[in-house]
């Protein structure tokens, strides 16, 4: 841990050393085998990843941006199409967007869940819109039901942006089973996330998934065939072993996260911080645990000084990116989430995060926000 920080912000280290022989073990065993791209150890856990989604298919790729990317190019989406998603996420869920060579069309968040306002997606259809891309932000299922009402309507492909809810649910059903394909990040701090880069894409569809599959693969049908030009994007066998590994433990992590979730909620409930919205239906699976502000910046560097590492997801809306200044918006065009990017704070949030941590968290947070 680094020097003076007492409660860090995720803690990769404890989770590692809780399960190193296991991981150990399953590295030595890739190398033993040299099976460093394709082979067992990959397609063992596209089974087991598939099978904890509740999907019939599911595609290792490079990283979750090429997740979404692949996806949506083997719907055929390109030039001269339009595709909507919400206007706070990672640039990767747009960048992905733009890089089929279709136009990103953001909307506004939802004010209590911080997700993709479904209302507002009906409103910036064109005859162009071609998919939505839904991110389940934080680790909180979007809206899904309504949206894809909404995409049957207007024939709509929907893809989702699960890179932050792995085993999120609505209604017991987990996230990435409600579109057309889901998609995953495996990055090391994701709530399943490899020891580099990873992700996948998971659909029910045979010929998407083939069709993933090959794009992630130069376009291949066999070793020196290939169908068209595709790209390198697959995920390797000593990332699969690894993931596989912990994959076993997603469940038990996932139930500590929301008890740690459920404890800050019951020590900040008489403070002005506003935690986060859990709706009945749904299962989040805090990823993040956002909290908003209105005095945001002084009580991070305040939280700062007591040795507690704290984030913003995310400082800048995406549609007020200098990257995306070429669309033409106005931060009035997305008055939720430009007004929360100067609010919400991410506390500390891991598995391992002792119930100690949270109460020294949770007491600071406190003093600052008396004085
Ligand atoms: C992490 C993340 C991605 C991208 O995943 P990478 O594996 O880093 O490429 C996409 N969307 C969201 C919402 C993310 O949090």
Redesign the pocket.
């Known amino acids: 841990m680094v020097k003076g920080v007492k409660v860090p912000f995720v803690d990769l280290r404890a989770q590692y050393i809780r399960i190193k022989d296991e991981i150990d073990a399953a590295i030595t065993d890739v190398i033993g085998d040299t099976a460093f791209i394709g082979g067992k150890y990959v397609s063992l856990f596209e089974e087991a990843f598939a099978s904890f989604c509740g999907a019939r298919y599911c595609i290792g790729v490079g990283?979750?941006?090429?997740?979404?990317n692949i996806t949506l190019r083997a719907l055929g989406i390109g030039r001269g199409d339009e595709v909507i998603t919400v206007a706070n996420?990672?640039i990767?869920?747009a960048e992905?967007v733009t890089m089929t060579g279709a136009r990103v069309v953001f909307v506004d968040c939802d004010p209590h869940t911080y997700n993709l306002d479904v209302e507002k997606v009906a409103r910036a259809v064109t005859p162009r819109t071609k998919a939505i891309v839904p991110?389940h932000?934080y680790g909180q299922p979007a809206n899904m039901l309504p949206l894809k009402e909404i995409a049957e309507e207007y024939g709509l492909s929907v893809i989702e942006?699960a890179?932050?809810a792995h085993g999120a649910e609505i209604n017991g059903r987990r996230v990435g089973t409600f579109g057309q394909a889901g998609?995953f990040?495996?990055?090391p701090g994701?709530n399943l996330g490899a020891y580099g880069?990873?992700?996948a894409i998971v659909t029910d569809q045979e010929s998407l998934a083939m069709k993933c599959r090959m794009i992630a693969n130069h376009g291949r049908i066999s070793k020196y065939d290939h169908d068209f030009e595709g790209v390198n994007s697959r995920l390797d066998g000593m990332q699969a072993a690894i993931l596989h590994v912990k994959l076993k433990h997603l469940e038990k992590w996932t139930e500590q996260r929301r008890e740690a979730a459920a404890r800050y909620r019951e020590l900040l409930s008489d403070t002005p911080a506003l935690a986060p919205n859990e709706a009945e239906s749904m299962r989040h699976v805090y990823?993040l645990f956002v909290v908003r502000l209105s005095n945001r910046d002084a009580i991070m560097a305040g939280l700062k000084d007591q040795g507690i590492v704290t984030g913003v997801h995310y400082p800048i809306a995406l549609p007020n990116l200098r990257a995306y200044r070429y669309l033409g918006y106005a931060p009035d065009d997305f008055p939720f989430a430009t007004r929360y990017s100067g609010e919400i704070l991410s506390l500390p949030m891991f598995p391992e995060l002792s119930n100690d941590q949270i109460a020294y968290v949770c007491y600071h947070m406190k003093n600052l926000l008396k004085s």
């Open positions: 990283n979750g941006t090429d997740a979404i996420s990672f990767a869920t992905a991110v932000l942006d890179a932050q998609c990040s495996f990055y994701k880069d990873a992700g990823h």
